[in-house]
């Protein structure tokens, strides 16, 4: 059901670039290309498939085209860029090789080999007796034609929640989602319901990347704003926006940036880590909490000062610290987050923070750039990490199941309600 999906919508399988020990690779001839492996399986190659191609009837145009040039093009008529393609196939393989091929298409046609595998110096093949692996085959059919055995999760089931809580651990996110609606969370960070990205958070991702690239190549020297302009198009350019916002937020990215980088260029800070990423910290049993910072600026001691962009309109003071009517401060417990997180990074040895700051990327309604620069107490530390082991003790036991959010409008409530 999933390729199908893929194949009506005509979207291409994603490449992973994980190898996994123990575990097969599925790839083709051209994506092979640079790497090695033990043992490599050749299918399909049959004649048709591997060489002798059926092309279209094109019209060749005359040599003397090309006579003002003086290069004559070499036509290839012997499949050459196939055989130098079944070259690069094999020599994929470190210990050995297998080809393979059907002896019959599935409309009873006979097949043939590949041209190139005749050209394969005998010396150097090993014929397998088919029928040998077909009367084993034969004892096992059940492997092929036995239906899966149905597998059903409750996910009101304690293990599976503290399994899943666990594998994932809870990062700000999680915990402000949480805050402001537990379904939230739970089908957004815990269940992890896919989710199609917003124009927004594609135009922020694009930004981020943009702004990563520009400080890891800052490292030795700063690039100019143009630089930072180009990255930011090509990010831009490979979220799946319709043409439309693309350009729509190329324009807006563009004066963004621009403003952003001329006003603070001369006074960045270029000893820096970008996406600086806490896998787990562990800081009672069953909680581990997760982050990444956007930024570390590297003073000349231990210290650091955390830099989290925001590309929405510069907020208040009040307002990210949640003072204000319409504000929760969700933001600046993102920021005392982040202090719970280094501080217990290798015991707070490593990386002292020393304040952070929200930098927004876009300017206000007069087009000036805000920044807003905080010290983190210890207090607010230890109260977060109070609110963490509650906000764990509710998920684990299970306390949440029967709450929800004051937005009548909610849609992870309204799906909590569907499981009634």
């Known amino acids: 059901d999933y390729l199908a999906t893929l194949e009506t919508h005509k979207i291409l399988l994603e490449k992973a670039n994980r190898a996994t020990p123990g575990r097969v690779r599925l790839m083709t001839a051209h994506g092979a290309k640079g790497q090695e492996f033990d043992y490599v399986y050749i299918a399909n190659a049959y004649n048709g498939h591997w060489g002798n191609k059926r092309r279209p009837q094109l019209i060749t145009l005359p ?41 019959e298409s599935l409309d ?12 394969i110096k005998p010396e150097l093949i090993n014929n397998i007796d088919i029928n040998k692996i077909k009367k084993e085959l034969a004892k096992h059919k059940d492997f092929f034609f036995n239906e899966n055995p149905e597998r059903e999760v409750d996910i009101k089931n304690k293990e599976f929640i503290r399994k899943m809580f666990t594998s994932f651990g809870l990062s700000v996110t999680g915990l402000n989602n949480y805050l402001k609606c537990p379904w939230n969370y739970f089908y957004t960070n815990l269940l992890r319901i896919p989710k199609a990205k917003t124009k927004h958070q594609m135009y922020g991702t694009a930004v981020h990347n ?9 490292k030795t020297k700063l690039p100019s704003a143009e630089w930072l302009l180009e990255r930011f198009i090509t990010h ?34 270029l000893n820096t880590l970008t996406e600086f ?25 231990e210290s650091v000062v955390v830099v989290d962009y925001k590309t929405s309109k510069p907020k208040t003071r009040g307002d990210i610290e949640g003072t204000t009517q319409s504000s929760n401060g969700d933001i600046k417990r993102q920021l005392v987050f982040y202090k719970l997180l280094l501080n217990n990074l290798d015991g707070g040895k490593k990386f002292k923070m020393s304040s952070a700051e929200i930098d927004f990327i876009e300017p206000n309604d007069k087009g000036d750039y805000k920044k807003e620069a905080f010290s983190i107490t210890d207090e607010e530390v230890a109260e977060l990490t109070e609110l963490i082991k509650k906000t764990a003790d509710e998920i684990l036991n299970l306390k949440f199941w029967n709450k929800t959010c004051n937005d009548k409008d909610c849609e992870y409530c309204a799906l909590r309600k569907m499981m009634n």
Do not use: C
């Open 236 to 269: 831009i350019a490979k979220e799946p926006m319709t043409e439309v916002d693309v350009v729509e937020s190329s324009i807006k990215g563009r004066a963004s940036l621009k403003g952003w980088y001329a006003k603070y260029a001369s006074s960045w800070n």
């Open 63 to 103: 040599d003397r085209i090309f006579a003002l040039d003086k290069k004559v093009p070499e036509h290839d008529t012997d499949d050459g860029d196939e055989r130098r393609l079944f070259y690069v196939a094999l020599t994929r393989a470190r210990k050995g090789l297998t080809i393979t091929y059907a002896g």
């Open 210 to 218: 943009a702004l990563k690239d520009l400080f890891e190549e800052g």
């Open 108 to 119: 009873g046609k006979q097949l043939l080999p590949a041209q190139f595998i005749t050209e």
């Open 277 to 301: 990423n806490i896998k787990g910290i562990v800081i009672s049993e069953d909680v581990r909490i997760t982050g990444k910072l956007d930024k570390m600026e590297l003073g000349d001691d």
